[in-house]
């Protein structure tokens, strides 16, 4: 199993990026996704996650209002908006699934680890 993130790159605080998630062998809706992450030498930290049971959203603080995650089934790809870009969100995003974990589960620190986790994609917000 893969997953894949897409659509990091270096943006002006204030601006937008739209990362993508897909994977390999598996369908995504059928898992709970979660989006992390990570900077060098700090600890990783969940960012928001789908759940798989009812797709509800979650968020952490930092990404309320700012961040939007979605499905979309028709390519079973899920997708994170990330608007109002500040510098402190520069990271390597990565997303994960896991069919038996709960959103809550991502987002308590330290989260916990998902079952398939994907290579990150980079995310710097400069000027």
């Known amino acids: 199993v893969q997953l894949q993130a897409s659509g990091g790159g270096l943006v002006q605080p204030g601006g937008s990026l739209r990362l993508s998630c897909v994977a390999s062998?598996?369908?995504?809706?059928?898992?709970?996704i979660g989006w992390f992450r990570q900077v060098p030498g700090k600890e990783r930290e969940g960012v928001s996650c789908?759940?798989?049971?009812?797709?509800?959203?979650y968020y952490s603080d930092f990404a309320k209002g700012r961040f939007i995650i979605s499905r979309n089934t028709a390519d079973s790809t899920v997708y994170l908006q990330m608007n109002s870009l500040r510098p402190d969100d520069t990271a390597v995003y990565y997303c994960?699934?896991?069919?038996?974990?709960?959103?809550?589960?991502?987002?308590?620190?330290?989260?916990?680890?998902?079952?398939?986790r994907g290579q990150g994609t980079k995310v710097t917000v400069s000027s």
């Open positions: 789908i759940s798989q049971s009812d797709r509800s959203t």
């Open positions: 994960t699934a896991d069919a038996n974990r709960r959103c809550l589960d991502a987002l308590v620190r330290p989260p916990l680890n998902f079952k398939y």
């Open positions: 062998e598996i369908t995504l809706e059928d898992f709970t």
